[in-house]
């Protein structure tokens, strides 16, 4: 008995050293990104990439996602494992174990891909110089993609409701093909194009509000098949943005934009014109109402169905409760990286965007 507890008493001790040191390296890597950003990121974003790639890689040979069955069977094996050892009245598990576990969890994600979250703005990687924009040119770049979006809304097929019909095998696929071609003019995405993989409850993310989820562990990009049809291009290409070492949200939004915009199906430009103008809009509506509602009404009717019909589409699924505790611990999430706008960062493409509009488009 007394061996026993002496064994067990230094595996504790040993589980609680190797967290510590996890923990250590983890903050010092935290540390040097966030003071020493040229020169670390001069190595990691490289690093980052090939090592998501090459998970990715590892699990493309599934057209599900991996990372779902191994957490069910880590749920089950530990359910199972909990019944066992409560029937005989043991510890189910040590807390020097959990520590363990969580940390490693921590150090993987963080040291793999999370601090990207830290990484030089994606403007100064694509070359594009930050400016301040009025109001006025708000407006005029709400206007630009209003009429990009109407364009392309009228020469995608619909049935005979009106919808897309939506093929996600053939649509995963050419997310990674855009960003194959995106890569010969941008080569900061030059990351894994392997396909995105469909949610196995999708249903259940999208209920909460989650409309895809990059798990870098795993490099795998995954989308619900619940996403509104006009949003899955972008929705996947974001995701893919993700694994291309874009962490914060308005970058894997501008991301996906791009993708959208040099692809060849008119079903993803459409799709990132249609979400440009969705940024735009919202964007000028809190500074200019009276603006954005006379740019809204002179859409076009596809374009006005499509805004509509994913209203009503979302309004349906989603559950309101379970969409606001979602966003409040994704809140916390973003937070804890520092991305102090929490979940308004997604909205902030829009600066992305004028940059682009104004130095490039215009």
Known sequence: MQKNNKRSATHSLFCVGISTLLLGVTRLNTYIAKNYKERFFSVYTDFSK?????????????????????????????????????????????????????????????????????????????????????????????????????????????????????DFEKMSFQAGDCFEKLAKEYPVFDGSTDRVKKLITGRLFTMRGTTGIFVCITGESNVSEYVYSRSMPLTMCHEIGHRMAFAREDEANFAGYLACEISDDVQFVYSGYYHAFIWCFNALYKVNPEAATEIIQNRGDSLKFDIVSSSEHYNRIENKKAVEISDGIYEKYLQSFDVNEGMQSYGMVVDLLAMYYFQRLK
Do not use: H
């Open 50 to 166: 090939k090592a998501v790639g090459f998970f990715a890689r590892l699990t493309s040979f599934t057209p599900f996602d991996l990372w779902e069955i191994i957490a069910l069977l880590l749920i089950v094996l530990t359910a199972m494992n909990f019944a066992r050892k409560f029937k005989r009245r043991q510890a189910v598990l040590r807390p020097a174990q959990a520590l363990l576990c969580v940390c490693s969890l921590v150090f993987i994600f963080v040291n793999v891909w999370g601090l990207n979250y830290y990484a030089p703005s994606m403007a100064s990687r694509l070359g594009l110089t930050e400016c301040q924009y009025t109001p006025s040119q708000l407006c005029e770049m709400t206007v630009y993609f209003r009429d990009k979006a109407s364009e392309y809304a009228d020469k995608i097929q619909r049935d005979e409701n009106g919808l897309a019909a939506v």
